[in-house]
């Protein structure tokens, strides 16, 4: 197996190469049952993934491993385990640099040790894809899942998307590839899902044969061609701007850092077709509740939707699917009708919440409550929502 | 005599509170492949947490003929399956009383060969209307299978016999699925081929053990819950 056999039909592996719009939107599906470390592997199988680079953490390392079957199975063209997340996510830059399209996966406190190249990752223009299975930050060590380690996540210039279940995660794994690559994006991704809740659950998914796959990455159309010493990034990184003028250095961030920004909201209208829309909105288009979530949160939302159906009283659930770039037009669009907005959470500060005022403010005169909120890799029984949503009722009443 | 289906509900949630090593992970994950074959709504997972053996271990399965969305640990299950009496003499579970959540009209089937309830437990369980059904699955599971390996087959067939919506051959279904790795083993190389097949024999003798003991649990519920009456807990489909 080597790049050298791929050809203009077929790539390495003798999958046939396809179109994203094909992949995700016309060729046919089967019915699988699977988890979301096993769908993560399918994914990766029809992507023509160049290199992937791994490190063992709960609860990615099954989805790591079955990449690195992919790599035995000649799907994945290098795979190799790093010494450590920082080393990980270093030498995924490397691969992404030169030119391969590259995914790796972390979980918890894997991020946070290896937080200072994320920045690195969206400065230098890379569209490396990271799949994310959220998991405590340790205070003291957890393996729990709780997702307060996205907030970190939030401000490192990479777009970041967070699917709901094992379907979503197939299908985000495959369209943030071709949106990152897109040439006037080009920053990295970051598919985020709740670990556990959707890394280690069985479930059903639709999914298209495996004997297609998507075109190879074009390292040529990018912003910031593959690397030379003599060009950016590579030019930079060898002489950064500060070691020669510092005037060119500020000026330098100071406008990319806002680019960096932009190509995140440039973003937009691919990620709008590929995804099928930013938020996803189910219930009662015209109710005044309206639970606000992602990830695991927006399907215990549904849950206390259908509840509160049988109750009599309407309800309904936005979800959002882009965190970076924030889906304001769409927020303020489906919470019109709103006059209590929940923001139901897997983590102890309420990050989505804090995304949600801040979208709205000066917008809605909706009421913003950040509940229910779970923390420590809690679950959130659909009962604990109804328990929130029933007492804010009643206090409104006066009962 | 046909069951009584008004209390039948569109989805229904199942606690497996369980020792390590018992394989209620793996019940939990074949119970719902089964009932995925049968054109079910289904979902299991297990307690997210390190393993170790004869330390609680918790696993889930839901099961309905709407969508489930709801994930992670059942908090409120309608069905809760004790798998070891040290669950209960013990408190190796994550939840106490084991019995904590029940709700109304469910059923709780213990594996012990001794009566385990206090005379509160069965006043509470009688106040909320749950059957109980207690029976030794692992000697079950060692005089039909020859192994206490096969208790968690013994408590997947006892959980299809009473509820009564998924036959034999979907838990057939859900076995094989399960130890031949149907999408996963995808590997295709030479040698892989080669060491499964020798390993074959072996395999299709563990299933067809693992499918007596469950067969076997099965007809010993669905008995049982014509006896006691218990009610239809999920819809058809």
Known sequence: MSIKNMTKEKNWSGQKLVSTDYMLFEAPREKHFMTGSEVTKEAIKRCTVDASVSYPITPQSEAAHLIGELWAEGYVGMYFRGENEFGVMSEVAGCAMAGARTVTTTSGPGTLRAMENFPMWSG????????????????????????????????????IWYAENVQELFDMTIAGFTVAEMPDVHVPIVTVVDGFFVSHTRESVMLPPDDIALMPYDPYKAPLPPIDSEMPPG???????VMKSNYISYATHASWQWEVRSAVDR???????YLNGLAHVTGDLDAEIVFVACGTASHQAKEANRELTKLGIKSKVVKLRTIRPFPHAELLEATKSA????????????????????????????????RPRVAGGMSMPVEAILHEVLEHVNEEKGA | MAKDTSMAKDSIKVRMPALGGQGAVTAAHIAATAADTEGYYAVSNPFFGAEKRMAPSESYTRL??????????VIYPDIVMIYHPQVITMGKSYTMPFYAGIKENGLVIINSDIELLTDKDRAFLDSKNVKVLTRDFTKFAIDMAGTELATNMAMLGALFGALGNF??????????????KKYVASGGTASLDSVIEKKFKKKRDLIEKNLQVASAAFDLTEKWAEEVGLHQMLKTI
């Open chain 2, 64 to 73: 309905g003929t709407v969508p489930i969305y709801d994930r992670g640990e």
């Open chain 1, 339 to 370: 006059k209590h907005i929940f923001v139901p959470e897997f983590n102890i500060v309420g990050w989505l919440e804090k995304e949600v005022t801040q979208s709205l403010y000066g917008k809605s005169e909706a009421k913003i409550i950040g």
């Open chain 1, 267 to 273: 973003s937009i209208p691919y990620a709008r077709h």
């Open chain 1, 124 to 159: 230098t223009r890379i569209p490396v894809q990271l799949i994310l299975m959220a998991r405590g930050i340790n205070s003291p060590l957890t393996i729990q899942p709780d997702n307060l380690e996205v907030t970190f996540m939030l401000e490192t210039g990479c777009m």
């Open chain 1, 235 to 241: 030019r930079f990184l060898r002489d950064p701007f």
């Open chain 2, 167 to 180: 036959g034999k051959p979907a838990i057939e279904e859900g076995i094989k699925d399960r130890f031949l």
